[in-house]
């Protein structure tokens, strides 16, 4: 729950005050105009483009032997299947419900009286209304099959443009918080129709050397490979130096990566111990970053929390430094995942291609998380993330924040109280922003 009011009463006669303290570096560059307010040091949302022509070029061309009608009136279907997923269900979890149901419909019936004859029938007719009631109150989860050519069309024009966008952000991000990563290796799990790559490309291209994608699928390998060769298979001398393609993870404990990514592809994974398992072998392939992606839904973001949780812990029993980097200022317990039903999740929006249909502005949600190897630097003064959009209103704006105390907290901004330049930074931030301030809290007793 987002606290509503600066001052908070105590029951025990004492006030909670927040204060703000304003960036003093950003200050100096706003009198300086060096910048705008709408473009201080925290902002990282990118206008929103069209996919690259040469990238929707290579899409036609590579499915062009494709029934694109077809596709393009299943591909929904898919979407919203992903929107609507949950994680799966572990066994324990339909233990404990076959046992519980097993109680509850016993105490229903009187079976003292029973011959032997009739209670072994009775046990039958128990057992087998429970598996009726598990299969009816289960969430029957199933990994997409895409080995299915026909499935991975569907996903690449369905996903491709959301995907592309997240990742564009999130990249994004990285290099203008870190301008000296110049990542040499890219690992790639679950690559998909290639979003990673493609963005990797245009944000470190001149430094990488390896590209190491992995998708069980080898038909989506196939494809997100051809679309790099626009379309054309014969056409290997345009594809990245040191780009591999391989269905499984390697095997050799000694490879490590600049950069790990996992994007949309945790909830293929079939239980707790295949993605505990999976996490670790990409946490333990990790130099620098490791970036995790989901849907932004609240199964997607309890995934990415997880994941947050295990790779924290795994770092602390370990004695290895590394902290959150994105989006969270800090490595306290999410405060969303107990005191909020409502996900951690961010906004973006893109274009949908222009291939069987006229282009449109949709909006993506997704949760994700960016953990960095090291010691968290003293220059990082862990701004404030912006964690729903802000409400710009007349002479005040209201901005709900995760703080580096791991606390959501809600400011009502104002040119009087907090000086014009903290005022009209406030109010030009977006969603995902971080503000260059500190939260103070100070308590006082209450009159």
Known sequence: MFSCIVLLKRSYGT???LT??????????LLREE???RKHPGRFNIPIEPLPDDLINSIIISLKDVQLKSVMTNAPLLVNYMHSRHGPVEESEIREKTKQHTVELDKQFYKENMSPEQQVEFEKFIQNRVEKLIAQRTYNWKPINFNNEHVCHQYLLARIAPEYNVLKVIFNEIQKRDPNFAPESLFDFGSGVGTVTMNAQNFWGESLKEYYCVDTSQTMN???KLILQNGNPNNEKILPKGLFYRQFLPASPNMKFDLVVSAYSLFELPNIKSRFETLLNLWNKTKKYIVLVEMGTRAGYNLINEARDLILEISSHNNIRSHVFS???HEHPCPRYHADDTPCNFEVQYFTPKIGQQTVIKQELFSYLVIKKGKRTESDEQWPRIVRPV?????HSICRMCTSSGKLQEI???ASKHGKLPYWCARSSKWGDRLPIVINEKKEESE
């Open 35 to 37: 910048i705008k307010p």
């Open 412 to 414: 009502i901004f104002t």
């Open 15 to 17: 006030k909670l005050k």
């Open 222 to 224: 196939d494809l997100a």
């Open 20 to 29: 703000t303290v304003f960036n003093e570096n950003v200050r100096q560059m």
């Open 391 to 395: 409400l710009v209103r007349s002479k």
């Open 327 to 329: 989006p969270c200022s």
